[in-house]
């Protein structure tokens, strides 16, 4: 990938960052890590060296929100009000909090981006009763460290542990991301706000943000960041047996609640991740970050003919101003894949469709469009008939009645699909969420 090495080494010296980490981790190829710059500390730069990941820290706090939704222990339309005793906005549920879109104001009462002084959790939560709603539930996105920060406190509430312990226990430890955590060490890069008019660079405090952590404490490196971003669209790759998380609950929280800009649909968000649909049907699955001197994009990216599975990326910087890392992120991985692509795995022969479904595959008519039936790795698969063998299909599991079908995935997924034979066996007609399908193209009244 010696390719690549100029692509990083243009935007450290046009964006004029300080110390740039980046990283790509693929399922087919080894860890490719690159870091240009220097650290601002007495130790050099190199791929251990720890940098802010600000908002990244909210899929954190999103996923330990999720665990306890799937240990029982809360519901996500549960109301802030059912598990912490605010003097106000006790109304918005979990649910909205973590899509952005309770409503509620970007930060917490007071001017703690002038100040940086924070208060403690008693003082924070009393303080709530001075924020704003700014827009009904639902009406519209709106970014809140707020909400994340509340979100926090009821992961803590909830799981009966600090949110830095629950973070290490439940998240970092179980997926071995030895240098993601709160703390400020010795390997941690400095942060710098970059001067528009000079090439002087001011180092930025890093500020323990203490109550506010949930949504944006967080340090972490580069080849770390890459596993988090994997995990986040590929957990089979990185967390087969669930054990963080399963893959149905992260499949859920990518899936858009709202999108980010009502005027241009470039990303949208789910239940704590920014979405951005790519060409082909790839989807990059992560979340930017920035804090006082760094900013931060990391994402996984699923989908696409060229994946190979487990693809994270990750692009840290030690300046406050260098926004050209975010459009470079997900450039920078398409040039990656297109590069290099996965190398394209030969078919081979499987198994036979079961008896009770053969009658079912081949070309069927419903709505009046074409569809092809066909069985795919041990499940009963469906398409429009435009579209090539590759594209994603619908797919079906049998209920107790092996004539009723469940769609798992795909076109009308949730929906039934009913198989009504004949009286040898064969089906001869079928209903996909209710609409009849047929062998032969038929307008809705049944005629040919």
């Not at 930060?107 to 208060?119: F, K, R, S």
């Not at 693809?311 to 450039?331: M, Q, W, Y």
């Amino acid at each position: 990938m010696t390719s690549l090495r100029r692509p990083v080494q243009h935007l450290q010296a046009t964006a004029r960052i300080p110390a740039l980490a980046v990283a790509v981790r693929r399922n087919d190829r080894p860890l490719w890590t690159m870091e240009v710059g220097d650290s601002g500390t007495d130790r050099p730069l190199d791929s251990a060296t720890r940098l802010r990941i600000g908002s990244v820290t909210k899929t954190f706090t999103a996923v330990l929100v999720m665990q306890a939704r799937d240990a029982g222990l809360l519901n996500l339309d549960d109301t802030l009000g059912d598990h912490l005793d605010v003097p106000a906005h006790r109304a918005l549920t979990l649910r909205r909090l973590l899509s952005h879109t309770a409503g509620l104001q970007r930060e917490p009462y007071g001017d703690v981006w002038d100040t940086l002084a924070v208060p403690g959790m008693e003082g924070f939560l009393a303080d709530v009763a001075k924020a704003e709603a700014l827009y009904p539930q639902s009406r519209r996105f709106h970014y809140s460290n707020l909400a994340y920060a509340l979100l926090g406190e009821v992961v803590v509430r909830r799981f009966g542990d600090g949110w830095a312990e629950l973070v290490a226990k439940r998240i970092t430890g179980p997926l071995g991301l030895s240098s993601t955590g709160p703390q400020h060490d010795g390997y941690c890069a400095q942060g710098f706000l970059v001067d528009p008019y000079s090439d002087h660079a001011r180092p930025e405090p890093s500020t323990d943000f203490g109550v506010f952590g949930p949504a944006a404490q967080l340090w972490s490196t580069a080849s770390d960041m890459t596993q988090w971003g994997a995990f986040l669209a590929d957990p089979a790759s990185i967390d087969p047996d669930g054990t963080v998380l399963s893959a149905a609950t992260l499949e859920e929280m990518r899936w858009p609640h709202t999108v980010r800009d009502g005027e241009v649909w470039t990303s949208g968000v789910g239940l704590g991740l920014m979405v951005y649909p790519r060409a082909q049907r790839v989807l990059h699955i992560g979340h930017t970050g920035a804090m006082p001197g760094f900013l931060a994009s990391v994402f996984g990216r699923l989908g696409g003919e060229d994946n190979p599975g487990g693809v994270g990326f990750a692009v840290l910087a030690a300046s406050g101003t260098a926004d050209e890392i975010f459009p470079f992120t997900h450039d920078f991985i398409d040039q990656v894949l297109t590069e290099d692509p996965a190398d394209i795995r030969p078919w081979r022969p499987g198994s036979p469709a079961p008896q009770a479904y053969k009658s079912v595959l081949g070309r069927w008519w419903g709505e009046g469009y074409e569809h092809v039936f066909r069985w795919e790795h041990g499940r009963l698969a469906a398409r429009d008939a435009g579209l090539p063998l590759d594209s994603p299909p619908a797919l079906f599991e049998p209920t107790a009645d092996p004539d009723v079908l469940r769609t798992v995935s795909g076109r009308e997924t949730g929906e039934l699909l009913r198989l009504h034979r004949d009286d040898e066996g064969v089906v001869t007609r079928m209903h996909w969420a209710t609409y009849r399908f047929t062998r032969s193209q038929e307008t809705f009244d049944g005629q040919l």
